[in-house]
């Protein structure tokens, strides 16, 4: 019930606008479908693709986050129960692998609960809160990406992973598995493939690195800004006629 009244009122407060901005095509077709018709224009978020070339990494921090050598999977994001990381615990490849869940949020307590049950704490890592800088190596020294929220729209961890060549595997789900299918950047998995999908990803790496930085560089935030004031002034321009 207060999903259709949020949407009626979203509906309405929209369609008192000139114009709304959408981060990604998946998103605007959505609205479509729940019943918008104001005037949508995709604007993507940009990201800082200078700051990812500008620092030394900390290889050291890969031989203390897996000092067996393991491979070293990577998750970006809030800890919260739609982000689905319960998921990523449960199904990402247990034995020679490292899984990296930066950040926090309030589901944590209950991810390390699931952790501690299924008996693989020396294969999950909880980081808590990373700094720009300190989120970076972790980027740079992944092997490989992982994500399986079913909410987004758009994923901006996905883009700071290809900027950093780091191949991504995520589940089918709308945003996410569009960014990876369109630009090449990895896998896009079934929920009972997502393990193998992680180790199939890892051997054909070179294969998607190739497409990272292609991909990544469509969203560099001085491009992203440049078209977001032509689209406000298309705006200004259609609303003074």
């Known amino acids: 019930m207060l999903s259709g009244l949020a949407k009626r009122w979203l509906r309405y407060y929209y369609g008192l606008c000139d114009l709304v901005t959408v981060p990604s095509e998946t998103t605007k077709q959505q609205l479509i479908r729940d019943g918008f018709k104001v005037r949508m224009e995709v604007v993507s978020n940009g990201v800082d693709t200078k700051r990812f070339n500008q620092k030394k990494f900390d290889k050291k921090l890969k031989q203390t986050i897996c000092p067996k050598g393991e491979l070293f999977v990577l998750y970006v994001g809030r800890i919260t129960k739609e982000k689905n990381i319960d998921f990523i615990i449960k199904n990402f490849p247990h034995t020679d692998f490292k899984l990296v869940i930066t950040s926090d949020g309030p589901y944590r307590e209950g991810l390390e609960k699931l952790v501690s049950k299924l008996g693989v704490e020396k294969n999950v890592v909880f980081t808590g809160y990373l700094s720009k800088n300190s989120l970076d ?76 930085l292609k991909a990544a560089k469509k969203y560099d935030i001085k ?19």
Not at 142 to 153: G, H, L, P, W
Not at 223 to 241: F, P, W
């Open 137 to 212: 190596d972790f980027y740079s020294l992944a092997d490989i990406f992982v994500m399986a929220s079913k909410t987004e729209t758009q994923g901006m961890v996905l883009i700071e992973a290809a900027l950093r060549k780091l191949p991504t595997v995520v589940l089918g789900y709308p945003v996410i598995g569009d960014f990876v299918k369109e630009n090449g950047t990895g896998l896009v998995a079934s929920e009972g493939d997502f393990s193998d999908a992680i180790e199939s990803a890892y051997k054909e790496r070179k294969k998607f690195m190739n497409n990272c």
């Open 223 to 241: 491009k992203c800004t440049k078209q977001l004031i032509s689209v406000y002034e298309n705006a200004i321009n259609s609303h003074k006629k």
